[in-house]
């Protein structure tokens, strides 16, 4: 062998001397880059540095709407807390536990995160004033499910990390603060929807570019912000409700919708949770089947599946309690649709807020007797009931405003909160705001229904001298938000 | 290529089988002249070997040529090449003048005694001997300060950490160096695997290195040691070494074959009850008819499906809540089977199975056979190795093979000498385990959500026999409905026979490294080295959930419960181009000069594609992207291509002075393309020294006495993209274009971390080297560490990659070597490591506009605990809901009244409280070695004091009812599981407050009173032990991760010159070896406390952990 290799030895120290030679040139010859080359290293091929307003305002709006919709335990449990449904087997959100799984942190992450980040980036990139306008509503939208949520939340210092000087300990502000300043910016923007500009259009999910909706969308947000505050300021609530309800969505035909898709990503996030995921977690809940048994309301149809009777009957899972998904009946097959519309506001809910405003003696057009009727009339003509079913309901006894049983505030709260159905935050807030209808406690751990979300855990560790401070240091489920004073 | 080929075929025609064999002897002497008993005498480049008798005198037969090594401890090795005569005395010097060479950074050979660092040294027979498929796993308790921990999947990852997590950036993962070449280490597991939520783990990398091929491994722990590395060595370096070919006269040729088998260790397994079966409390029927059960007693009857005229099981229930098992006729899962016949729509008594999940497990068989030849002469030498190895895991369907080829050659040109080294390794895997909160992990269910009367084997019956998806947690009836068909569909857990064989994964890994390195003698006292290094992967991952015909299934969480099939296409390399000027000259007789300058150039490269089916799959059993239900979005592909260049001067100069005093200073530039361009180029730098105490005093006691003393300073770029914002593209929706902010913001002021490093090391052997010390003191802060820092998502941003803060790490090291008995047959030797360490979080800043930074963290996994750490903690404690206490520290109970009064633990409100630490308070082993004549006996035991981690299985499984401490009797002799007004519950240890008590941060103002009578609810799953409201706080579930285990046996037994005299043999040798037999302590229930989820800095967390396995086989070896 040592023969062999001797003999190859002068051939190869020659190309052996060579190759040392080339390899110290690629060598050189790689590494003498510049900066710049290097730099370039850092720039992803596989992602934009740059994008448009309109793309980063699509996906906003979908992060919102995806929130609005979803049913996942671990993102929105507020159809739980409504009572319009619970769970079969595993009942901790229906008993209001909220710090296992992180709940209250989903939401806050995704509003600042994946709605109001995005929002304020995409009003940092455009001069259409139209266009601000559209993103300023989404905005306030986005800002009072917080403050509604939580109460204090950051506002002032809020979405500053990319920000010259960043900051990354926002504090909290007073939640009537940023209230006051959520009705100064949707006023706002409701003049800049007559700006200059031509608006989203193509883009634009909810309203397909028609400025006249988002019109009676920003006057309706208005209406909406004041009919909160009408316990805790009467008086700015008045004028608010006053000046904004005319001008407002007078019609199904101006509701706030979202169309999904019917196949996946972007489908309805219910049906990933009610079918996709294959599981039998939610049925409708007994406090709501029972009120809805009680009137023979002909939306049981259409919120429940026929198919589903039990004796004969709608019949509701123990609020809380572990019970068989077949044992009771199940929810509309609607709800089950992949494309099923998502809903940001409708004609519905406008309704019942006028019908309370009248009942207050504001100035409202009408008595709160017509705005109830509208109300049902509206929530019955979205569910697809016909309207000669429409009328015998209006005229049974217990439906009827003159004749009903309860107060008037009584009545209006529980129509307003059956109309609520599939709109979980809506009618949690309905509950809070008028105290009624009578929601029992959660079966299993006899606990009263959160008047608001905990503070995010994660805030605790990585904000928590401001998380602390917040709320006047009250971070209980039974702290109230400040409009929540009666 | 064709270069080593060459060698190859050079070799293999010049196999020389010739045997010539004499016997040599002759007697071993100390300076003095004293006879040395006990002196290993051993063949280079066999196995073959004996020791000096009583006397000092050997003798041993050897082929002509052979080279003999002379060892001892405390004295110098001595080698002779056997010549004409077959006599040759040996005389030794003690290390007084000791020259044991190590190999440091860069591959420069160094005389121990000259180094100012700790390294320490693990002979590749303590990895080959006692291997496993991962031979990173081997290094468990063999080096003080390296901590290796595995996680009992198979060909899953080994994090191997030195001297504690100092980094926070990414990796915390020691740099593997092998022959000069670095290696990829990284995982390329997913963020979800990698906390918990469901994934399999795919190994890392520096797994692919052949047991049987490495020669010595030493791994460098301080930054001192590892400075002229660069950045990436700032955790420290495992520097491996593998086989070179020997000086010989033809061809030797060594075949070792190990066999071993495993099998799980039931010490870390659930212990399962057998009384009460499936469901999770008596509400299910109470509240829709009235309770037929009367005071007193057991509940059975009642609480049941129905199916036909008989109760049904609940089978969509997957917890033990439900009827007591008497052996009352019910209709089992396995009834609701239309394919059984026999079975169909009838009855059984409701007992428990004989089996449980714990019989899901099957028998490890891992074979690993290898082969390899060497040669050389005065000029240089070659060994070629192939080693096949395979294993099937403990679950179904897992098999693992991988086939390693390496070469190695070196051959002298005169002044130019060239050094090649290339290894080819083929791995190819089939149902990796999965992990964490998901369904295609076994042990999610079997953990934490089992429901007792279903038996496993059974599933296994039907899943043969039918090849369906039929679940023991199948929808089943569920219904009053007499005449309703059963659903068949699994409601939460599929069949985990049908889920292994028909969800699973496969990955084929194709790997090549080494290195073609010149070097060139300039002078007698200037040598250039050339070397070009390259390790390239190619890795293709599949993972599959097939559509469960005929009875529906809920395939991955990877595909949102759908059917699905996702490819994963993972090419990756490294290149570094070294160049080495190295000068050693003595200056005067008394001061020797070394002096190395060096230019290295890494650049590594990144290819990932990945792509997965949406919305399900067409056609079962079609694993395509094309046989999706929906056609692939944006949502459904991803990419990730980079390339990282990092360019670094350096220098190293070192001095000797009279054999007794060293110095050596190093320094190192380095520019890194991942960081923003001002401030691209960082420095660093390196002094150490030491003193040969025992050359400066004179003792009969001690032999050798060496001081260490060094600082040194190291920085540590990031990975790419860190820099510039770029936007995440999402789906399109109705049309329109989607993009968003990424959820971590990237930073352009990003600077280079750096690691300054002091330690202080003694080096001592007495008593007649008996007796050996080696200690280590260090202190290590890490500043301006590079982190992706959580921050409140109301910045816009959940995360901000940026510098913040320092971490401190202070430790102690220590082995210690003792050699009690040695003697010409008999010798004994035992080895001890220990380590401990503390880190503390110093600062970690302010932002722009003041605002401190609270917390660093890195992980809020499932159950709703934190790890992470503020300042003045270490670096990996836990944070959640504690008990709250009394004024005297004891346990409150919160008793709740209704129609009857209960108590639970009450848990403070906030969950930020500290309830556990990760860190171990010190970790430590002893490895025992006996030699009996031809026989040796060696064991390993390894030892954790301390540390913690978070059970998310106890956490639940405690909740579901199906562990043995969930049934039993109470004080009062009654059963636990009876409702509380018959008698049953828990009287739980705590006391109950007054009512005047104020509680302030989770401890209250006054003394409580003991509990005496208010019981505890067991009678379902909201027990106080669980995950519920009224269950456990996390304090409950945070476990303490203390062991001692026998991590290696080894007996064997080395065949005599007699014997093999007859043969072709030159040696030979069986071993029974055995790994992991026996956990001697644990405080941790149900688990192995180093269980975790797999590599990474992610630990102190368990879900759906594996158990541990216990192997044992044998092992044989011939040369020839």
Redesign the interface.
Same mark, same amino acid.
């Given at each position: 062998?040592?023969g062999?290799?001797?003999k190859m030895?002068s051939k190869?120290?020659l190309k052996?001397?060579k190759?040392?030679f080339l390899?110290?040139a690629?060598?050189l010859t790689?590494?003498c880059?510049s900066?710049?080359d290097?730099?370039g290293?850092?720039?992803?091929?596989?992602?934009?540095?740059?994008?448009s307003d309109?793309?980063?305002f699509?996906?906003?709006t979908?992060?919102l709407i995806d929130f609005v919709e979803s049913t996942n335990v671990n993102e929105n449990n507020f159809r739980l807390y409504a009572q319009y449904w619970t769970q079969t087997?595993y009942t901790?959100e229906a008993?209001?536990?909220m710090?296992?799984?992180?709940i209250p942190?989903y939401m806050?992450?995704e509003f600042?995160?994946?709605i109001?980040?995005?929002l304020?980036?995409a009003k940092n990139l455009v001069t259409d004033a139209v266009k601000i306008a559209q993103i300023e509503l989404l905005s306030v939208y986005a800002y009072q499910m917080l403050v509604d949520a939580f109460g204090d939340?950051?506002y002032t210092?809020?979405?500053?990390?990319?920000a010259?000087?960043?900051?990354?300990?926002?504090a909290y502000d007073d939640d009537a603060t940023i209230y006051a300043d959520l009705i100064s910016r949707a006023q706002a923007a409701v003049s800049g929807l007559s700006g200059s500009g031509t608006g989203y259009t193509?883009?634009d999910?909810i309203y397909s570019g028609s400025i006249a909706h988002w019109k009676k969308f920003g006057h309706s947000l208005l209406v909406k912000l004041g009919s909160r505050i009408v316990d805790q300021n009467e008086a700015t609530a008045k004028s608010l409700i006053e000046s904004n309800y005319a001008s407002g969505i007078s019609s199904n035909a101006d509701n706030a919708y979202f169309?999904f898709?019917s196949?996946?990503?972007?489908t309805n996030p219910l049906w990933?949770d009610l079918v996709?995921?294959?599981?039998?977690d939610f049925i409708p809940a007994d406090t709501f089947v029972n009120v809805m048994n009680d009137l023979t309301d002909p939306r049981s149809d259409k919120f429940f599946d026929p198919t589903s009777l039990i004796n004969g009957a709608y019949q509701g899972g123990?609020y809380g309690?572990?019970?068989?998904?077949?044992?009771n009946s199940h929810i509309s097959q609607t709800l089950y649709a992949a494309d099923f519309r998502g809903v940001l506001m409708d004609y519905a809910e406008m309704s019942f807020i006028l019908a309370e405003a009248a009942r207050r003696g504001f100035s409202v057009g009408g008595t709160a007797a017509q705005h109830y009727e509208n109300g049902i009339t509206a929530s019955m003509s979205e569910w697809g009931v016909s309207s000669d079913h429409t009328t015998a309901y209006l005229a049974q006894d217990n439906v009827a405003f003159a004749t009903a049983p309860g107060t008037d505030h009584e009545k209006i709260a529980k129509q307003f909160w059956i109309a609520m159905y599939n709109r979980g935050f809506e009618g949690w807030t309905v509950y809070r705001l008028f105290d009624s209808p009578t929601l029992p406690n959660a079966?299993?751990?006899?606990?009263p229904v959160p008047k608001r979300y905990t503070y995010?855990?994660?805030?605790?560790?990585?904000?928590?001298?401001n998380v602390k401070a917040a709320n006047g240091g009250n971070?209980?489920q039974q702290t109230s938000i400040f409009w929540d004073v009666k | 290529m064709k270069n080593y080929f060459l060698f190859i075929l050079?070799?293999l025609?010049?196999l020389n089988l010739s045997f010539a064999q004499q016997v040599i002897s002759g007697s071993v002497v100390d300076a003095d002249g004293v006879p040395l008993p006990g002196v290993n005498v051993v063949v280079e480049g066999t196995g073959q070997g004996t020791a000096s008798d009583f006397d000092g005198n050997y003798e041993i037969s050897v082929e002509d040529g052979s080279t003999l090594i002379f060892s001892f401890v405390g004295f110098a090795d001595q080698s002779i090449t056997v010549g004409q005569t077959d006599s040759y005395d040996i005389q030794m010097s003690s290390n007084l003048e000791l020259s044991e060479v190590v190999v440091t950074s860069m591959g420069i050979t160094r005389e121990k005694r000259s180094l100012g660092y700790s390294i320490q040294t693990v002979g590749g027979d303590e990895i080959e001997d006692v291997r496993s498929m991962n031979p990173i796993e081997a290094l468990q308790g063999e080096v003080a300060g390296l901590d290796v921990q595995a996680f009992n999947t198979m060909g899953g990852s080994a994090n191997v950490v030195i001297r504690g997590y100092s980094s926070l950036s990414g990796s915390n993962q020691a740099l593997f160096v092998v022959d000069g070449t670095p290696i990829d280490n990284s995982t390329g597991n997913s963020t979800d695997m990698q906390t918990g939520r469901g994934g399999v783990d795919f190994g890392n990398a520096a797994m692919d290195i052949n047991p049987s091929d490495i020669e010595s491994v030493s791994v460098l722990k301080g930054a001192a040691a590892s400075a002229l590395y660069g950045s990436r060595a700032s955790n420290g370096v495992i520097l491996i070494t593998t086989k070179k070919g020997s000086k010989k006269k033809g061809m030797g040729i060594t075949v070792n074959s190990q066999i071993t088998v495993g099998n799980v260790d039931l010490e870390t397994l659930p212990v399962f009850q057998d009384s009460y079966g499936y469901g999770?409390?008596q509400?299910?029927r109470a509240?829709?008819g009235p309770s037929t059960v009367a005071a007193g007693e057991q509940w059975t009857g009642n609480y049941y499906?129905q199916w036909g005229n008989n109760s049904a099981f609940?089978t969509?229930?997957?917890g033990s809540y439900g009827p007591k098992l008497v052996g009352q006729e019910v209709h089992h899962w396995y009834n609701m089977v239309p394919e059984w016949t026999d079975l169909y729509q009838r009855t059984a008594p409701a007992v428990a199975p004989s089996d449980t999940p714990n019989d899901f497990f099957e028998t490890d068989v891992t074979q690993q056979n290898s082969i390899s030849f060497e040669?050389g002469? &005065?000029?240089?030498s070659y060994r070629l190795g192939y080693t096949n190895a395979q294993t099937d895991g403990v679950l179904p369907n897992s098999q693992m093979y991988r086939n390693t080829v390496t070469l190695r050659a070196n $051959?002298n040109?005169?002044k130019?000498s060239?050094d090649a080294s290339v290894s080819f390794i083929n791995t190819q895997t089939t149902g990796r385990f999965g992990t964490g909160y998901d369904g295609l992990n076994p042990m999610q269910g079997f953990r934490q959500w089992w429901a007792v009367g279903a038996s496993i084997l059974e599933q296994k019956r039907v899943f043969e026999e039918t090849g369906k998806n039929y679940s023991w947690n199948m929808?089943g009836t569920?219904? &009053?409905?007499p005449n309703?068909s059963p659903n068949h569909?699994?409601?939460?857990f599929d069949n985990p026979y049908w889920s292994r064989y028909n969800n699973y994964t496969t990955d084929s890994r194709n790997r090549h490294f080494g290195n073609?390195s010149?070097a060139?003698d300039l002078s007698e006292n200037l040598n250039i080295l050339?070397r070009?290094t390259f390790d390239n992967v190619t890795e293709a991952r599949e993972q599959r959930a097939n559509v469960a015909v005929g009875t529906?299934?809920?395939g991955a969480n990877l595909f949102?419960?759908?059917p699905g099939y996702q490819t994963q296409n993972r090419i990756r390399s490294e290149y570094n181009?070294d160049?080495i000027v190295d000068y050693t000259r003595d200056l005067t007789d008394n001061i020797d000069l070394s002096a190395i300058f060096g230019?290295n150039?890494r650049?590594q490269n990144w290819d990932h594609t990945t792509a997965q089916t949406?919305?399900g799959l067409n056609f079962p059993n079609i694993f395509a992207l094309t046989n999706s239900?929906?056609?692939l979005?944006a949502?459904?592909v991803s990419?990730?291509?980079?390339?990282?260049?990092v360019?670094g001067m350096y220098t190293s100069v070192s001095l000797g002075l009279s054999d007794t005093y060293y110095a050596e200073g190093t320094y190192r530039r380095d520019?890194?393309?991942?960081l923003?361009?001002d401030n691209?180029s960082y420095n660093y730098y390196s002094i150490s020294g030491s003193a040969i105490l025992s050359n400066l005093i004179e003792s009969d006691l001690i032999s050798f006495a060496k001081l260490r003393l060094n600082h040194a300073v190291v920085g540590n770029d990031t990975a790419?993209?860190?820099?510039?914002?770029?936007?995440?593209?999402?789906?399109a929706?109705?049309?329109?274009?989607?993009?968003?902010?990424?959820?971590t913001?990237p930073n352009s002021n990003l600077k280079a971390e750096t690691t300054t490093e002091n330690e202080i090391g003694l080096e001592i052997n007495m008593l007649d080297r008996k007796l050996s010390f080696d200690f280590s003191f260090y202190n290590k802060t890490t500043d301006d560490l590079l982190t992706s820092?959580?921050?409140?998502?109301?910045?816009?941003?959940?995360g901000?990659v940026t510098n913040a803060g320092s971490i401190e790490n202070k430790g102690f090291e220590a082995l210690v070597r003792i050699n009690p008995i040695s003697t010409a047959d008999f010798s004994w030797n035992v080895t001890m490591n220990y380590n401990t360490y503390t880190s503390e979080i110093l600062s970690l800043g302010n932002?722009?506009?003041g605002?401190?930074?609270?917390?660093l963290?890195y992980m809020?996994p499932?159950?709703?605990i934190?790890i992470?750490g503020?300042v003045g903690e270490p670096y990996g404690v836990i $944070?959640g809901?504690a008990h709250v206490r009394d004024a005297n520290g004891n346990k409150v109970l919160r008793v709740?009244s209704?129609s009857y009064d209960y108590a639970h633990y009450l848990r403070t409100?906030?969950?930020?409280n500290v309830i556990g630490d990760i860190n171990p308070d010190w970790t430590g082993s002893v490895r025992n070695t006996f030699t009996y004549k031809n026989f040796d006996l060696s064991f390993l035991i390894d030892i954790q004091q301390g540390g913690d981690f978070f059970s998310l299985d106890t956490w639940y499984g405690f909740g579901t009812g199906a562990y043995d401490r969930s049934v039993g009797l109470n004080h009062k002799g009654n059963d636990m599981r009876l409702t509380i007004p018959n008698g049953g519950g828990l009287r739980l240890d705590g006391v109950i407050l007054p009512d005047n008590a104020v509680i302030t941060d989770g401890v209250a103002n006054v003394a409580g009173t003991q509990n005496t009578d208010v019981m505890s609810r067991y009678d379902f799953?909201?027990n106080p032990e669980g995950?519920?409201?009224?269950g456990a706080p996390h304090e409950m579930h945070v476990h303490d991760a203390s062991f001692a285990k026998l991590r290696e046996l080894k007996l064997g037994y080395t065949f005599p010159e007699s014997v093999l005299a007859e043969t072709p043999f030159t040696s030979a040798s069986v071993a029974f070896v055995g790994r992991n037999l026996w956990i001697i302590a644990k405080n941790s229930p149900y688990t192995d406390p180093e269980a975790g989820l797999g590599a990474g800095n992610r630990q102190g967390y368990q879900t759906g952990a594996f158990p541990a396995v216990k192997t044992y086989g044998l092992n044989v070896r011939f040369n020839f």
């Amino acid at each position: 062998m040592s023969g062999l290799i001797s003999k190859m030895n002068s051939k190869y120290q020659l190309k052996m001397k060579k190759f040392i030679f080339l390899t110290f040139a690629l060598a050189l010859t790689v590494s003498c880059s510049s900066d710049e080359d290097y730099e370039g290293l850092n720039k992803n091929p596989n992602a934009p540095a740059e994008v448009s307003d309109t793309q980063l305002f699509v996906s906003a709006t979908n992060s919102l709407i995806d929130f609005v919709e979803s049913t996942n335990v671990n993102e929105n449990n507020f159809r739980l807390y409504a009572q319009y449904w619970t769970q079969t087997q595993y009942t901790d959100e229906a008993n209001y536990e909220m710090q296992n799984r992180a709940i209250p942190d989903y939401m806050f992450s995704e509003f600042y995160r994946d709605i109001l980040g995005d929002l304020d980036n995409a009003k940092n990139l455009v001069t259409d004033a139209v266009k601000i306008a559209q993103i300023e509503l989404l905005s306030v939208y986005a800002y009072q499910m917080l403050v509604d949520a939580f109460g204090d939340v950051p506002y002032t210092e809020a979405l500053k990390a990319g920000a010259e000087t960043p900051n990354l300990a926002p504090a909290y502000d007073d939640d009537a603060t940023i209230y006051a300043d959520l009705i100064s910016r949707a006023q706002a923007a409701v003049s800049g929807l007559s700006g200059s500009g031509t608006g989203y259009t193509s883009d634009d999910l909810i309203y397909s570019g028609s400025i006249a909706h988002w019109k009676k969308f920003g006057h309706s947000l208005l209406v909406k912000l004041g009919s909160r505050i009408v316990d805790q300021n009467e008086a700015t609530a008045k004028s608010l409700i006053e000046s904004n309800y005319a001008s407002g969505i007078s019609s199904n035909a101006d509701n706030a919708y979202f169309q999904f898709e019917s196949s996946p990503p972007n489908t309805n996030p219910l049906w990933e949770d009610l079918v996709q995921s294959g599981r039998q977690d939610f049925i409708p809940a007994d406090t709501f089947v029972n009120v809805m048994n009680d009137l023979t309301d002909p939306r049981s149809d259409k919120f429940f599946d026929p198919t589903s009777l039990i004796n004969g009957a709608y019949q509701g899972g123990p609020y809380g309690v572990s019970t068989p998904f077949n044992d009771n009946s199940h929810i509309s097959q609607t709800l089950y649709a992949a494309d099923f519309r998502g809903v940001l506001m409708d004609y519905a809910e406008m309704s019942f807020i006028l019908a309370e405003a009248a009942r207050r003696g504001f100035s409202v057009g009408g008595t709160a007797a017509q705005h109830y009727e509208n109300g049902i009339t509206a929530s019955m003509s979205e569910w697809g009931v016909s309207s000669d079913h429409t009328t015998a309901y209006l005229a049974q006894d217990n439906v009827a405003f003159a004749t009903a049983p309860g107060t008037d505030h009584e009545k209006i709260a529980k129509q307003f909160w059956i109309a609520m159905y599939n709109r979980g935050f809506e009618g949690w807030t309905v509950y809070r705001l008028f105290d009624s209808p009578t929601l029992p406690n959660a079966g299993t751990l006899d606990l009263p229904v959160p008047k608001r979300y905990t503070y995010p855990q994660s805030e605790q560790t990585i904000n928590g001298a401001n998380v602390k401070a917040a709320n006047g240091g009250n971070d209980t489920q039974q702290t109230s938000i400040f409009w929540d004073v009666k | 290529m064709k270069n080593y080929f060459l060698f190859i075929l050079v070799g293999l025609l010049t196999l020389n089988l010739s045997f010539a064999q004499q016997v040599i002897s002759g007697s071993v002497v100390d300076a003095d002249g004293v006879p040395l008993p006990g002196v290993n005498v051993v063949v280079e480049g066999t196995g073959q070997g004996t020791a000096s008798d009583f006397d000092g005198n050997y003798e041993i037969s050897v082929e002509d040529g052979s080279t003999l090594i002379f060892s001892f401890v405390g004295f110098a090795d001595q080698s002779i090449t056997v010549g004409q005569t077959d006599s040759y005395d040996i005389q030794m010097s003690s290390n007084l003048e000791l020259s044991e060479v190590v190999v440091t950074s860069m591959g420069i050979t160094r005389e121990k005694r000259s180094l100012g660092y700790s390294i320490q040294t693990v002979g590749g027979d303590e990895i080959e001997d006692v291997r496993s498929m991962n031979p990173i796993e081997a290094l468990q308790g063999e080096v003080a300060g390296l901590d290796v921990q595995a996680f009992n999947t198979m060909g899953g990852s080994a994090n191997v950490v030195i001297r504690g997590y100092s980094s926070l950036s990414g990796s915390n993962q020691a740099l593997f160096v092998v022959d000069g070449t670095p290696i990829d280490n990284s995982t390329g597991n997913s963020t979800d695997m990698q906390t918990g939520r469901g994934g399999v783990d795919f190994g890392n990398a520096a797994m692919d290195i052949n047991p049987s091929d490495i020669e010595s491994v030493s791994v460098l722990k301080g930054a001192a040691a590892s400075a002229l590395y660069g950045s990436r060595a700032s955790n420290g370096v495992i520097l491996i070494t593998t086989k070179k070919g020997s000086k010989k006269k033809g061809m030797g040729i060594t075949v070792n074959s190990q066999i071993t088998v495993g099998n799980v260790d039931l010490e870390t397994l659930p212990v399962f009850q057998d009384s009460y079966g499936y469901g999770y409390g008596q509400y299910r029927r109470a509240y829709i008819g009235p309770s037929t059960v009367a005071a007193g007693e057991q509940w059975t009857g009642n609480y049941y499906g129905q199916w036909g005229n008989n109760s049904a099981f609940y089978t969509g229930d997957d917890g033990s809540y439900g009827p007591k098992l008497v052996g009352q006729e019910v209709h089992h899962w396995y009834n609701m089977v239309p394919e059984w016949t026999d079975l169909y729509q009838r009855t059984a008594p409701a007992v428990a199975p004989s089996d449980t999940p714990n019989d899901f497990f099957e028998t490890d068989v891992t074979q690993q056979n290898s082969i390899s030849f060497e040669g050389g002469d &005065d000029n240089g030498s070659y060994r070629l190795g192939y080693t096949n190895a395979q294993t099937d895991g403990v679950l179904p369907n897992s098999q693992m093979y991988r086939n390693t080829v390496t070469l190695r050659a070196n $051959r002298n040109f005169g002044k130019l000498s060239a050094d090649a080294s290339v290894s080819f390794i083929n791995t190819q895997t089939t149902g990796r385990f999965g992990t964490g909160y998901d369904g295609l992990n076994p042990m999610q269910g079997f953990r934490q959500w089992w429901a007792v009367g279903a038996s496993i084997l059974e599933q296994k019956r039907v899943f043969e026999e039918t090849g369906k998806n039929y679940s023991w947690n199948m929808i089943g009836t569920n219904t &009053d409905d007499p005449n309703g068909s059963p659903n068949h569909q699994p409601l939460y857990f599929d069949n985990p026979y049908w889920s292994r064989y028909n969800n699973y994964t496969t990955d084929s890994r194709n790997r090549h490294f080494g290195n073609v390195s010149l070097a060139y003698d300039l002078s007698e006292n200037l040598n250039i080295l050339g070397r070009v290094t390259f390790d390239n992967v190619t890795e293709a991952r599949e993972q599959r959930a097939n559509v469960a015909v005929g009875t529906g299934g809920k395939g991955a969480n990877l595909f949102d419960d759908q059917p699905g099939y996702q490819t994963q296409n993972r090419i990756r390399s490294e290149y570094n181009y070294d160049l080495i000027v190295d000068y050693t000259r003595d200056l005067t007789d008394n001061i020797d000069l070394s002096a190395i300058f060096g230019y290295n150039l890494r650049v590594q490269n990144w290819d990932h594609t990945t792509a997965q089916t949406n919305g399900g799959l067409n056609f079962p059993n079609i694993f395509a992207l094309t046989n999706s239900v929906n056609p692939l979005t944006a949502a459904d592909v991803s990419q990730y291509d980079a390339q990282k260049k990092v360019e670094g001067m350096y220098t190293s100069v070192s001095l000797g002075l009279s054999d007794t005093y060293y110095a050596e200073g190093t320094y190192r530039r380095d520019r890194s393309s991942a960081l923003p361009v001002d401030n691209n180029s960082y420095n660093y730098y390196s002094i150490s020294g030491s003193a040969i105490l025992s050359n400066l005093i004179e003792s009969d006691l001690i032999s050798f006495a060496k001081l260490r003393l060094n600082h040194a300073v190291v920085g540590n770029d990031t990975a790419p993209y860190n820099v510039f914002r770029a936007y995440t593209i999402n789906p399109a929706i109705n049309g329109a274009a989607s993009a968003s902010n990424p959820s971590t913001l990237p930073n352009s002021n990003l600077k280079a971390e750096t690691t300054t490093e002091n330690e202080i090391g003694l080096e001592i052997n007495m008593l007649d080297r008996k007796l050996s010390f080696d200690f280590s003191f260090y202190n290590k802060t890490t500043d301006d560490l590079l982190t992706s820092l959580g921050v409140s998502p109301a910045t816009g941003f959940s995360g901000l990659v940026t510098n913040a803060g320092s971490i401190e790490n202070k430790g102690f090291e220590a082995l210690v070597r003792i050699n009690p008995i040695s003697t010409a047959d008999f010798s004994w030797n035992v080895t001890m490591n220990y380590n401990t360490y503390t880190s503390e979080i110093l600062s970690l800043g302010n932002d722009a506009t003041g605002n401190a930074i609270q917390y660093l963290g890195y992980m809020s996994p499932q159950g709703g605990i934190e790890i992470g750490g503020q300042v003045g903690e270490p670096y990996g404690v836990i $944070r959640g809901h504690a008990h709250v206490r009394d004024a005297n520290g004891n346990k409150v109970l919160r008793v709740r009244s209704g129609s009857y009064d209960y108590a639970h633990y009450l848990r403070t409100s906030n969950s930020d409280n500290v309830i556990g630490d990760i860190n171990p308070d010190w970790t430590g082993s002893v490895r025992n070695t006996f030699t009996y004549k031809n026989f040796d006996l060696s064991f390993l035991i390894d030892i954790q004091q301390g540390g913690d981690f978070f059970s998310l299985d106890t956490w639940y499984g405690f909740g579901t009812g199906a562990y043995d401490r969930s049934v039993g009797l109470n004080h009062k002799g009654n059963d636990m599981r009876l409702t509380i007004p018959n008698g049953g519950g828990l009287r739980l240890d705590g006391v109950i407050l007054p009512d005047n008590a104020v509680i302030t941060d989770g401890v209250a103002n006054v003394a409580g009173t003991q509990n005496t009578d208010v019981m505890s609810r067991y009678d379902f799953y909201a027990n106080p032990e669980g995950w519920t409201s009224i269950g456990a706080p996390h304090e409950m579930h945070v476990h303490d991760a203390s062991f001692a285990k026998l991590r290696e046996l080894k007996l064997g037994y080395t065949f005599p010159e007699s014997v093999l005299a007859e043969t072709p043999f030159t040696s030979a040798s069986v071993a029974f070896v055995g790994r992991n037999l026996w956990i001697i302590a644990k405080n941790s229930p149900y688990t192995d406390p180093e269980a975790g989820l797999g590599a990474g800095n992610r630990q102190g967390y368990q879900t759906g952990a594996f158990p541990a396995v216990k192997t044992y086989g044998l092992n044989v070896r011939f040369n020839f």
